[in-house]
């Protein structure tokens, strides 16, 4: 028996289930992070290297979650 068809008769090739434990938790953990970086408003300071810019800390935090986003995005591409 090949490992991709089951004793229930199900098809060979079906779909995985959309909502797994792991995407629940990723869109959780996603949806915290969200909430986390739009109830800090205040302006702060940051330094990109050597200017210093003054902006709300929502869009550092937000610039830096896409940006580690899109690392782990290609990293993971890559891997396959």
Known sequence: ???KTTESGGRTG?????LTPAR?????LAVLALIFIFENTRDTKIRLL???VTMPLWMALLGTAVIGALCG???MR???
Request: positive net charge; proline residues 9%; glycine residues 0%.
């Open 24 to 28: 629940i938790t990723v869109l959780l």
């Open 50 to 52: 050597i200017p210093e």
């Open 14 to 18: 079906q779909r995985e289930r959309v």
């Open 73 to 75: 995005w290609v990293f």
């Open 1 to 3: 028996m090949s490992p």
């Open 78 to 80: 890559r891997r396959r």
